[in-house]
């Protein structure tokens, strides 16, 4: 499941989900949510995500286009 969270308005956004996702599949979404947001695509400053290989460089450019910086999440910590 991929999701996106305005943190200052809590609204969620739930893009289509589906078993066996990709990184195109990974990157539409967020193309869809810079389209949906429009001009509100200024207030959200930063986007956070894991480092799953869904997410590449292509996933980032949405965002960075937007002049958003990309924070990735801590790496997990395996027994």
Known sequence: MLAFLE????????????????????TQPARNLASELGSRVESPRFGLRDRDRKYTTSFAAV?????????????????
Do not use: C, G, Y
């Open 7 to 26: 943190r200052r308005t809590r609204k969620l956004h739930i893009p289509d989900v589906t078993a066996h996702p990709t990184a195109q599949w990974a």
């Open 63 to 79: 965002f960075e286009a937007e002049e958003m910086d990309v924070l990735l999440s801590a790496p997990s910590r395996r027994a």
